[in-house]
């Protein structure tokens, strides 16, 4: 397994694997996930969930044509952003962190479950906090209809 794994690389990916990539590329580099889940949209389209349960992380394909990497969400305590293992961090840390390095804006929002989301929608990252601990982080991009990334 690579060093950087599991380093967040924000508009990117995570690690070696990039936005934009199919399923059969980031099996190459995880192996075969656990769980796989298929989702049907409203669209017609599909949203594909790999599940690496060992790793604490889950990518999401969508693109029912060609699946191309649109999500990642990890709970892996490992997780690296700028270089900062940002489980390690409170909420006020990973403010200062991203604005550091360009960051300004975020909204802060307590989910109908309960768990608080603090959301730099120009990063496309989204950070969920459980009792003021980190339990999720999820990042993306938005791929259009022909599999492509937009800007």
């Not at 989702?39 to 790793?55: G, S, V």
Request: one cysteine or more.
């Amino acid at each position: 397994m690579e060093k950087n794994l599991f380093e967040i690389k924000l508009k990117k990916g995570l690690g070696e694997i990039n936005f934009g990539t199919s399923p059969e590329n980031v099996y190459a580099i995880l192996g075969e996930p656990q769980e796989v889940e298929n989702l049907e949209m409203d669209d017609d389209n599909e949203t594909i969930i790999t599940h690496y349960l060992e790793k604490d992380v889950a990518l999401f394909f969508v693109n029912s044509h060609k699946p191309c990497l649109e999500c990642i969400e990890s709970s892996n305590r490992d997780t690296l952003l700028f270089g900062k293992k940002v489980f390690l961090m409170s909420e006020c840390e990973i403010i200062t962190l991203l604005k550091e390095n360009g960051y300004e804006n975020y909204e802060l929002e307590t989910e109908v479950w309960g768990e608080k989301r603090l959301t730099f929608e120009d990063a496309m990252i989204d950070f969920y906090f459980d009792d003021k601990l980190l339990s999720v982080i999820s990042w993306g991009v938005l791929i259009n209809e022909i599999g492509e990334i937009s800007s």
